[in-house]
């Protein structure tokens, strides 16, 4: 399967919300409400940060959250903090598999 | 708590076979699958498929069929992911990572094991 689409890059100051989004076929992301979100700051293991699209762990800050509207789901974080620092990656259900988005750096500027 | 932890760092030359471990704890292990991520230097998460421990069953990309097995060993808790014909861009960190009972996500992730194919 080819990767979800995801912008390479993302910036926003401290206090600032970003949207990252991730665009697929109505194979995955439109056709699942199985997409979830994780966060990775360098020479880390992959975090969840949202799950089933909108879904938040526990122990996420509710200043990340989820949507989807057809075939693009995306990520929102509001109130940028420096930490956010890191990068982003969709992924989605599809067919017994899983498939990843391309990962989005996020710069808090 | 539940914990992924997996084997150490690998060096193999072109060709070669490698197999990565992934021993969990702190849970019921045949009651999860279990899935296989990689990332290649400065590079993305790519999938590479799963396994169920309860019955060994397994589902794999197709990019990856025909080199990986992915095996369990349930009297000890422990996932396999062996990767054969090893090629240079088969350099990456290797993960293991617990699919949720609740739906088709990785709640848990091993810390990683580095596999360098270098000659």
């Known amino acids: 399967q080819s990767a979800l689409t995801q912008p390479a890059s993302v910036s926003g100051s401290p206090g600032q919300s970003i949207t990252i989004s991730c665009t697929g076929p109505?194979?995955?992301?439109?056709?699942?409400?199985?997409v979830s979100w994780y966060q990775q700051h360098p020479g880390k293991a992959p975090k969840l940060m949202i799950y089933d699209v909108s879904n938040r762990p526990s122990g996420v800050s509710n200043r990340f959250s989820g949507s989807k509207s057809g075939n693009t789901a995306s990520l929102t974080i509001s109130g940028l903090q420096a930490e956010d620092e890191a990068d982003y990656y969709c992924?989605?259900?599809?067919?017994?598999?899983?498939?990843f988005g391309g990962g989005t750096k996020l710069t808090v500027l | 708590q539940v914990q992924l932890v997996q084997s150490g760092a690998e060096v193999k030359k072109p060709g070669a076979s490698v197999k990565v471990s992934c021993k969990a704890s702190?849970?019921?292990?045949?009651?999860?699958?279990m899935h296989w991520v990689r990332q290649a230097p400065g590079q993305g998460l790519e999938w590479m498929g799963w396994?169920?421990?309860?019955?060994?069953?397994?589902n794999y990309a197709q990019k990856f069929q025909g080199r990986v097995t992915m095996t369990r060993d349930t009297s000890i808790s422990t996932a396999y992911m062996e990767l054969n014909s090893l090629r240079s861009d088969d350099t990456a960190v290797y993960y293991c990572?617990?699919?949720?009972?609740?739906?088709?996500?990785?709640?848990?992730w091993g810390q990683g094991t580095l596999v360098t194919v270098s000659s």
């Open positions: 702190g849970y019921t292990f045949t009651s999860y699958y």
């Open positions: 990572a617990r699919v949720s009972s609740s739906g088709w996500f990785s709640d848990y």
């Open positions: 109505s194979s995955d992301v439109g056709g699942y409400n199985y």
């Open positions: 396994i169920n421990p309860n019955s060994g069953g397994t």
């Open positions: 992924s989605s259900y599809t067919s017994s598999s899983t498939v």
